[in-house]
């Protein structure tokens, strides 16, 4: 079964970075489309970045231009590097990715377990 480590999350002051990171477990043969969801306390989970099968990109308004997503097939991995961050980017982060297990060559779909992102003043 495969399985998403999340990482990369942390506190950091506004205006600085930070670099999450999607890892696949297990032997899978590719990361197809992947999203990017947070949650903040009280809030709606909000979709923040998603990239399609096909590598097209799209973000939440109001992460553009801030955020990018990404993945690597080498390393099974998807990353969402997240520049210029502001307080109200604090959330928990949750990746989605979806992809070909190697073994099987069957389908997956997997939810990270979700990282904590606080951006202080």
């Known amino acids: 079964q495969v399985q998403l480590v999340e990482s990369g999350g942390g506190l950091v002051q506004a205006g600085g970075s930070l670099r999450l990171s999607c890892a696949a477990s297990g032997s899978i043969f590719s990361i197809n489309a992947a999203t990017w969801y947070r949650q903040a306390p009280g809030k709606q989970r909000e979709l923040v970045a998603a990239i399609t099968r096909g590598g097209s990109t799209n973000y939440a308004d109001s992460v553009k231009g801030r955020f990018t997503i990404s993945r690597d097939n080498g390393q099974n991995t998807v990353y969402l590097q997240m520049n210029s961050l502001k307080p109200e980017d604090t959330a928990v982060y949750y990746c989605?990715?979806?992809?070909?297990?190697?073994?099987?060559?069957?389908?997956?779909?997997?939810w990270g377990q979700g990282t904590q992102v606080t951006v202080s003043s």
């Open positions: 989605n990715a979806e992809g070909v297990v190697s073994t099987t060559l069957t389908a997956f779909r997997s």
